[in-house]
């Protein structure tokens, strides 16, 4: 690993760049990079003004990306479960809920990503109490409250959109299906500050989620306060992947696939796979947002189902050759 470190950050580095490259210059309007970086003439002025309102989407297609795949890694190594997802543990339907009854009631569109937020937190919160046993926390009974705060938060939005009219029902469902559309430059500043705490708690995290691929008896063992772990993951993770929810929607796939493409190619230590996750859950999203954009322009398609053609193909793939 460590011979081929230097090759491995610059090679990822430089499929983020050439994917945000991609992110700026594709859509309804095709831009040519020089015409944005010259900006001379009618063509370049059309292009640079064009950029300005691409570069706040594709910064925040990158964010949210990255939260989400980093939040999957950190799971799936606390978990010892290749299927783990932050979408499992009922972080997304809490959101989705969230934003779902902020729409019926009439609050302002702008007041949404909150409400998207704090229904992340509740559900969150509402698992890990369904999930302590005798003063810890369990991780099987983790993934049961998952699935019932999965089925719970289907219900209450089976109900939300009974009740809501046609054309905030189809905001709803745009919104549930994943969408950029609304970015805005004042959207990634303001997601920016829950991705650094939420990814600094789990880098930090790194070296006991090693130790606790051999068991938690063994991690114990060796220094680790197994519970404070468990909780300060489990709380990070549900943190990234609640305030990606609230500014982008459900998107799916990123944060199961993308552990899986990252722990091929790195092995299981966390310390190298956690930052290649989060690097590589960036440039996927950002390619997923150029392609729902321009596959059907001017039409624009969510970006989770574009997430969803891509990773559905892929993940069966990745099965498949697996041992």
Not at 180 to 192: E, I, T
Request: proline content about 5%; overall charge positive; hydrophobic content about 55%.
């Amino acid at each position: 690993m460590r011979a081929r470190g230097p090759a491995l950050w610059l090679t990822a580095a430089a499929i983020l760049g050439g994917c945000l490259v991609l992110g700026v210059s594709v859509g309804g309007v095709r831009l040519s990079p020089l015409a944005v970086w010259s900006g001379a003439g009618p063509e370049g002025e059309t292009a640079r003004l064009i950029a300005s309102i691409r570069i706040p989407r594709v910064a925040l297609a990158a964010l949210v990306g990255a939260c989400l795949a980093l939040a999957g890694a950190a799971l799936q190594a606390l978990l010892k479960n290749p299927l783990a997802d932050p979408f499992l543990l009922g972080t997304s339907g809490g959101a989705a809920t969230g934003a779902a009854l902020a729409s019926l009631l009439g609050v302002s569109p702008l007041l949404s990503p909150g409400a998207a937020f704090a229904g992340a937190v509740v559900s969150s919160v509402g698992v890990a109490a369904l999930a302590r046993r005798g003063g810890r926390l369990d991780l099987q009974r983790l993934l049961l409250g998952g699935l019932i705060a999965n089925a719970f938060f289907s219900a209450v939005l089976l109900g939300v959109f009974s009740l809501a009219s046609s054309e905030t029902a189809r905001t709803m469902l745009f919104w549930m299906m994943g969408s950029l559309a609304d970015a805005s430059p004042q959207k990634p500043l303001a997601l920016l500050p829950y991705a650094v705490v939420g990814a600094a708690a789990l880098l930090g995290s790194a070296s006991r989620l090693n130790l606790f691929s051999v068991g938690e008896e063994n991690a114990a063992a060796l220094g680790v306060h197994t519970e404070r772990s468990k909780a300060v993951i489990f709380l990070a993770s549900s943190l990234l992947t609640g305030a990606a929810v609230a500014f982008a929607g459900v998107i799916g796939f990123v944060g199961l696939l993308v552990p899986h493409a990252a722990r091929s190619v790195v092995g299981n230590d966390q310390r190298t796979l956690l930052p290649l996750s989060a690097i590589s859950g960036a440039a996927l999203l950002v390619a997923a947002d150029a392609v729902s954009r321009a596959v059907a322009a001017p039409a624009e398609l969510p970006i989770g189902a574009v997430t969803a053609a891509i990773g559905a193909p892929v993940f069966v793939y990745l099965l498949l050759r697996t041992p």
